[in-house]
């Protein structure tokens, strides 16, 4: 059974146009990761959150938000997406404090046209 | 500055032969973990290395941690077809933070 869940798999957006990506856990884990990764290179943090605790990261653009209403779901949103923001983006879960073993969901690929 | 430096960053090597990829960095790590993703796939988790020295085996794959816990290694003993992928390391730097980071990667392709 999936334990991190993401959705949708595939968007396409406009570029300008807000979108959301989102994520469920059924793993009852602390923290929640956001990851960026582009072709061929490794999964760039955008933030995470502990609990209800928002860890941004300094090179993380403004253009990219982040809620997380309870502990299983967790939304990225990005407000105007840019031709360069089209990527995989994976979302991540751990305990915590200690085990940060992480679970992937499967990732949402996003295009901008 | 990249915290988690691999090395290769591609290899490709027939099937049958034993090859090492190595994580190296410059800072002390917590923990440590080794990922394998498959394309259009999340990261799955292959192992983590916690103590100093310690060496781990999964099947054919064996991780060992530095005794500085600032480096890692991983070796595949007889590389499959399957074994094909992208491997991550990954570590959490202070203890209790949380923050995962992630190395550069090494791509692996096993040719039949």
């Known amino acids: 059974d999936a334990m991190v869940i993401q959705n949708p798999r595939y968007q396409v957006t406009q570029f300008g146009k807000p979108v959301t990506l989102s994520c469920s856990q059924t793993?009852?884990?602390?923290?929640m990761y956001w990851y960026q990764q582009k072709s061929s290179q490794a999964p760039k943090l955008l933030f995470h959150y502990y609990d209800k605790d928002f860890n941004n990261e300094a090179d993380t653009p403004d253009n990219f938000q982040s809620r997380r209403p309870n502990t299983s779901f967790c939304f990225l949103d990005i407000r105007s997406p840019g031709l360069g923001d089209a990527a995989m983006y994976l979302c991540?879960?751990?305990?915590?404090?200690?085990?940060?073993?992480?679970?992937f969901g499967q990732g949402t690929r996003l295009t901008v046209v | 500055t990249q915290l988690l430096e691999q090395s290769p960053q591609f290899l490709s090597i027939q099937e049958g032969e034993n090859l090492t990829v190595y994580c190296n960095s410059s800072?002390?790590?917590?923990?440590l973990q080794w990922y394998r993703q498959e394309p259009g796939e999340g990261p799955v988790l292959l192992v983590t290395?916690?103590?100093?020295?310690e060496v781990k085996k999964l099947k054919r794959l064996t991780f060992q941690f530095g005794d500085a816990r600032k480096d890692s290694s991983l070796h595949i003993t007889a590389a499959q077809t399957g074994d094909t992928g992208l491997y991550l390391c990954?570590?959490?730097?202070?203890?209790?933070?949380?923050?995962?980071?992630f190395g550069t990667g090494t791509r692996l392709t096993i040719i039949p």
């Open positions: 793993l009852n884990h602390n923290v």
């Open positions: 990954a570590g959490e730097i202070n203890f209790g933070n949380e923050k995962l980071t």
């Open positions: 290395v916690v103590t100093g020295g």
């Open positions: 800072s002390v790590f917590s923990s």
């Open positions: 991540a879960t751990s305990r915590g404090r200690g085990g940060t073993e992480a679970f």
